[in-house]
Structures are given as C-alpha cells and as structure tokens.
C-alpha cells in the first residue's frame, strides 16, 4: 500500500523540498512505497523553483530538483497524506493550527523520527551562508532515514 508523505517548512523552496529529496532517495533504498511531496506555510514563494543554494547542494548529492515549484499547504493536504512532517517548531505549530477536527494524518516534527534528537529544529538555511545548505541536507538525510524507519516499523 502507497504510503504518502508529505514534507512542510516556511516557504516550501529550501528544507521541505531538500527533505522530499532525501526521502524519496531513502525510501528508493529501502523499497518502500511512497507517494511524497513538499509545501511551506507561507505563499510568498508560490509556484517558484526551489533557491539556487538548495538545488546547488541538492545536486552536489546526486539529486535533481529543479523542477519541484512551491505550493503552500492547505487542509485538503490532510486527509490526502498519511504522514505531515514539520521541520521546525513553527512549522509544526502551524500545521496543528491548521489541521481539520478528525483529519487522518499523522502530524509530527522530523527530528522527532531520530532518537535522541526529538523535539529538535532543522534550521531555517534562508538567510544563511551557503555552507549552511551543506548543514540542511545532512539533518534531513539524517530525518529521513529516521522517518523510513518509522513508516517501515508502523507498517
Ligand atoms: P524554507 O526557507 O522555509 O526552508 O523554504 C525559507 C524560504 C523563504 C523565506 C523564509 C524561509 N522567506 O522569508 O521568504
């Protein structure tokens, strides 16, 4: 059964499409079968590609993302996914806000899928250096792998 995924930040053109990258790379791995997408919060970005930084690092890492385009999540998003996945406190406090009384999906933090570092941020690289991009897709390789382990164990 198709599980689907979907990853949210702020703006939906750094972390969450780095996430939906790293992922969809994880769960390739390890034969999962996913559906997975990515959407901020804010709609500044709406229908953009995703910055020149994450899709720079993303391609130092094998992956091609430029033709992922920003969208922003709405509450249709929750009965749609399986899995919501924050990758900030904001982020996260955001999507509960949003979320319809009842709605299916199973709403988390993704550092929350790592032991030992629950509760933890995947930094906003935004107005970073661009070594900090470097940074960002090391936590969500790391927040990735942790979260396949969570899908593969619930299922
Ligand atoms: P993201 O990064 O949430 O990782 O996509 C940001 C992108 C844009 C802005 C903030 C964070 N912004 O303020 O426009």
Known sequence: MTVRVLFVCLGNICRSPLAEAAFRA???????DVEVDSA???DWHVGHPPDRRARAVAARNGVDIGHLRARQVSSADFDRFDYIVALDEANLADL?????RGACARVSLLFD???GREGEAVADPYYGEDSHFDRTWAEVTEGARGLA???A???
């Open 26 to 32: 994880e769960a390739e791995r390890l034969g999962l």
């Open 40 to 42: 901020g919060t804010g």
């Open 96 to 100: 509960l806000r949003l979320r319809p």
């Open 113 to 115: 899928h790592v032991p």
């Open 149 to 151: 382990r969570t899908i």
């Open 153 to 155: 164990g619930d299922g």
